[in-house]
């Protein structure tokens, strides 16, 4: 199950995306408090292994930290950022080391809607797939966007079967990190709905079956290191190379 809010979006990324665009302005300053943000991030961008030229999405970028780890691996790479949240984008917009890079107003659930259209060379969706509202629909969608062969990464928070994790993750969520989105933004309503959504996702093993059902192969998963070893993923996977 994904964490979602509401039913049917009455907006791209419904209630979820305005709640990050809420706290947008305060967004980058909250994960800076996590050492490890960046370069877990970067580790992921890693993991694709692309060639130095390439097209790469990033999907659900927000304001644009997992695009700038795309960029930093990747600087060659012609980028193309899409989130549904206009305000954690206009944070993006004015990155400069961000400048040139395609970002897209628009739903996870149809790219194509919003005028992404693929081929792509690799995919990154780093803390989007928690937040969709099917995600089972959205693999398709991804894996629709994909080169023949060419890979993905969801980086992702999995906790579900892992007691050891599911109590370091609460017991973070609560000491740190709720606290701390209550003193930066004021309200600290979307912090608890991600512990939940993380609390409420796939175990390592489900998400795995959940990428061969939606037709990637390769599919395998890398750990984070640090305290969030166990907790955060790169859920690695490709687009087989012939058929659909
Ligand atoms: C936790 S942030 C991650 C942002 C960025 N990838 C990063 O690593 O910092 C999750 C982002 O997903 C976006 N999002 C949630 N649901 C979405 C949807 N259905 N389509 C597109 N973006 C969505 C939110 O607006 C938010 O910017």
């Known amino acids: 199950m994904t964490g979602r809010r509401t039913g049917a979006p009455e907006r791209p990324g419904g209630r979820v995306a305005a709640d990050f665009d809420r706290v947008a302005s305060a967004y980058d300053l909250l994960v800076g408090l996590d050492p490890g943000y960046r370069r877990h991030l970067r580790r992921s961008a890693e993991r694709l292994r692309l060639p130095g030229v390439a097209r790469i999405l990033d999907l659900c970028c927000g304001t644009g930290q997992s695009t700038l780890a795309l960029r930093a691996v990747y600087p060659q790479a012609t ?24 970002l897209v107003h628009g739903d996870a659930m149809d790219p194509t809607a919003a005028g992404v259209d693929g081929p792509f ?20 969608r991804v894996r629709g966007l994909l080169a023949g062969g060419a890979p993905v990464c969801f980086h992702e928070y999995s906790v579900t079967g892992s007691r050891l994790s599911t109590a370091v993750w609460k017991a973070v969520t609560a000491s740190i990190i709720i606290p701390a989105a209550r003193v930066v933004t004021g309200d600290d309503g979307l912090f608890r709905y991600l512990r939940d959504s993380v609390l409420e996702f796939d175990s390592v093993d489900r998400f795995e079956r959940r990428l061969r059902q939606a037709g990637f192969t390769a599919v395998r998963t890398l750990p984070a290191g640090g305290w969030q070893r166990g907790i955060l993923h790169s859920f690695l996977a490709r687009r087989p190379a012939t058929g659909r």
Do not use: F, K, S
């Open 121 to 140: 060379d690799g995919i990154l969706m780093a803390y989007g797939i928690r937040n969709v509202a099917d995600a089972d629909a959205c693999l398709q």
């Open 79 to 102: 980028l193309c950022g899409l989130d549904a949240a206009a305000e954690m984008l206009q944070v993006a917009r004015v990155r400069p080391q961000l400048a040139g890079v395609e």
